[in-house]
């Protein structure tokens, strides 16, 4: 399932840098406000200008996907 969302909160953990084929990319955990729901974010090449730190504010738009993890219980 995807679907364009947007989401506003606290960035949770300073951004990891990866590779996504050729291109650099950060990835950003924020919890939404009024919600205990942290959100996965990939913040592409084309905002690199963009500087994003642990305790930051963000509002984000874009493509949603969701897929089912386990926690360390294995609880889904």
């Known amino acids: 399932m995807s679907e364009y969302i947007t989401v506003a909160g606290l960035v949770q953990f300073?951004?990891?840098?990866?590779?996504?084929?050729?291109?650099?990319?950060?990835?950003?955990?924020i919890r939404a406000i009024g919600s205990n729901q942290n959100f996965s974010i990939t913040?592409?090449?084309e905002k690199a200008d963009v500087?994003?730190?642990?305790?930051?504010?963000?509002?984000?738009?874009?493509?949603?996907t969701q897929s089912a993890?386990?926690?360390?219980?294995?609880?889904?």
Not at 69 to 76: D, F, I, R, T
């Open 14 to 29: 300073d951004p990891r840098t990866r590779q996504a084929g050729d291109k650099t990319v950060r990835d950003v955990v």
């Open 43 to 45: 913040v592409w090449p």
């Open 51 to 64: 500087v994003i730190n642990k305790g930051d504010f963000l509002v984000v738009d874009g493509k949603h």
């Open 69 to 76: 993890g386990q926690n360390k219980e294995a609880h889904k």
